[in-house]
């Protein structure tokens, strides 16, 4: 697989270093963001840790998911949307979400690296999970 290129901004970019920095806000509350991604139960399936404030832009963790080994970069960005850029643990950028709202940014990221066909969404009224006994078999 080589390597994903991603256009931002009229720059090619192929690893995080490359960043423009002084195209995101600072986070204000980066702290709060922090508390509220590691409450989710969803969030601890992909393992992570080393949670990293890159100067005052970038939140910086590193994950060990189903599909994804390595960092996630989260940045505010000019329009008070996320950008999320996954990595390798050496800075080369896999793939990247532009414009994400806070209320899909943990989605977002669970669905490029921990779904995988065999979960059940329990969120859906015919979930196959609801036709399970009370042992958790069919």
């Known amino acids: 697989m080589g390597i994903l290129q991603i256009q931002l901004k009229h720059?090619?970019?192929?690893?995080?270093?490359?960043?423009?920095?002084?195209?995101?806000?600072?986070?204000?509350?980066?702290?709060?963001?922090?508390?509220t991604i590691r409450q989710s139960r969803k969030v601890w399936s992909w393992g992570p840790h080393a949670w990293t404030k890159i100067s005052s832009k970038l939140l910086r963790f590193k994950v060990n998911a189903h599909r994804h080994k390595g960092h996630i970069y989260i940045a505010v960005n000019g329009a008070d949307y996320f950008d999320i850029f996954l990595t390798t643990t050496?800075?080369?950028?896999?793939?990247?979400?532009?414009?994400?709202?806070?209320?899909?940014?943990?989605?977002?990221?669970?669905d490029e690296i921990e779904r995988i066909p065999e979960y059940v969404d329990t969120r859906t009224p015919n979930s196959p999970f609801k036709k399970l006994g009370k042992n958790g078999f069919i």
């Open 90 to 110: 050496r800075g080369r950028i896999v793939k990247t979400f532009t414009d994400i709202d806070i209320s899909t940014l943990i989605e977002t990221i669970d």
């Open 11 to 35: 720059t090619t970019m192929k690893n995080i270093s490359e960043l423009n920095q002084k195209e995101y806000r600072e986070f204000y509350s980066m702290q709060e963001l922090v508390n």
